[in-house]
């Protein structure tokens, strides 16, 4: 069956460290891949975008990896601040149908 | 990034009565526009993909006679609750993509409660 799944529902790390989340999808054909960020009651916004054929994107303390063969990408936030808490998405854009399919998210809390 | 504008951001309604909820991009043209439904502390469930100026295209389960989507231009799509019911009662969220291989973008949400 089709899943994509976000290694864990919730993240607790110490500030300044790293926050490491992992997308881990099966039986899918991705065209690209997106992490969003989602506050209580918004919509997501979007942060980083990378293609099936890219191995890493950067953009400020965000950096994330993509690796079709393991089926995975990592999306880290380094230099973690207690603003950086809230719950992160990543969507996988489907090749063909370009659909979007979103993983359960992963509530982060950074602690002061 | 672009912006896409959802309104309204909440509305509490009459069971038995229609909502419609407006989703605009206000700085790009979007050739696509997607609805969402989230329940608490879930993720987001993709209802219907609309095309502008083609009828849309709607996930395995949504009612189309329900929930009328609508994209007659490329910066509005409207989302209808027809005869909503308490178990409709949700947070609804659109996003526009302006082409097939780029981002999307997500409006505010809209938090719909039916009495």
């Known amino acids: 069956s089709q899943k994509i799944e976000q290694n864990s529902e919730a993240l607790n790390i110490q500030e300044g460290k790293t926050a490491t989340l992992t997308c881990n999808y099966t039986?899918?054909?991705?065209?690209?891949l997106q992490w969003y960020r989602q506050d209580p009651g918004r919509g997501p916004v979007f942060l980083l975008l990378?293609?099936?054929?890219?191995k890493e994107k950067r953009k400020e303390r965000l950096k994330v990896t993509f690796d079709t063969t393991l089926k995975q990408s990592l999306f880290h936030i380094t230099a973690s601040q207690p603003a950086d808490s809230a719950t992160y998405l990543c969507?996988?854009?489907?090749?063909?149908?370009?659909?979007?399919?979103f993983g359960t998210g992963t509530r982060l809390k950074v602690l002061a | 990034g672009a912006v896409v504008s959802q309104h309204p951001s909440w509305v509490i309604c009459k069971s038995g009565t229609s909502v419609k909820i407006e989703c605009r991009s206000l700085?790009?043209?979007?050739?696509?526009m997607f609805w969402y439904r989230q329940f608490p502390k879930q993720s987001l469930m993709l209802m219907a993909t609309?095309?502008?100026?083609?009828?849309?295209?709607?996930e395995q389960g949504v009612e189309k006679d329900k929930f009328l989507i609508n994209h007659a231009s490329l910066t509005l799509s409207t989302l209808t609750v027809t005869s909503a019911h308490p178990e409709d009662s949700s947070f609804y969220i659109c996003?526009?993509?302006?082409?097939?291989?780029?981002?999307?973008?997500f409006g505010q949400g809209t938090r719909l409660t039916v009495v």
């Open positions: 990378i293609r099936e054929n890219e």
């Open positions: 609309s095309n502008e100026g083609s009828k849309a295209t709607y």
């Open positions: 700085d790009f043209q979007a050739t696509t």
């Open positions: 969507a996988l854009i489907t090749s063909g149908t370009y659909k979007y399919i």
């Open positions: 996003s526009a993509r302006a082409q097939l291989n780029t981002e999307a973008f």
């Open positions: 039986n899918y054909s991705p065209a690209y």
